[in-house]
């Protein structure tokens, strides 16, 4: 092996292995679906609730991630977002004293107001869902 770093690429801009979502041995029925696209959906109970975004997912996976493997891997993946969104905004609110973490706090907060949307639908139809550039804390 030679120590050459790989290149990166538009799809992967940081040279790093992609994240690939674990093989799920049954296909989810529509039962399974609709809790994932509920463990995803709940993070917008962040918007009305403090800490809602991070403790909707949680509930919701927490009931429900016994019930298929489906529901299980995109409740972690839920939550694990939702846990960098959170360190996101955190760091976005001490950097408002330098100026930039305004614009930081308006990016991040679209930004965790639409891909729980994408990965609801995502779900809902079954497909296994990875936020991209997301710290993977819960495994």
Known sequence: MSDVPPIPSSDN?????PSTPPPISEAPNQDACQWAMFCHL????GYVVPFGNLLGPLVVWLVSREKHPFI????????NFQITLTLLLLISGILVCVGIG?????????????????AAV???KGELYRYPATLRLIT
Do not use: R, T
Request: aromatic fraction near 8%.
């Open 42 to 45: 709940s993070s917008l109970a």
């Open 122 to 124: 995502k779900s809902n």
């Open 13 to 17: 801009p940081f040279g790093a292995p």
């Open 102 to 118: 305004i614009v930081l706090l308006i990016v991040a907060a679209v930004y965790g107001f639409v891909m729980p949307i994408v």
């Open 72 to 79: 299980d891997d995109q409740g972690k993946e839920s939550l």
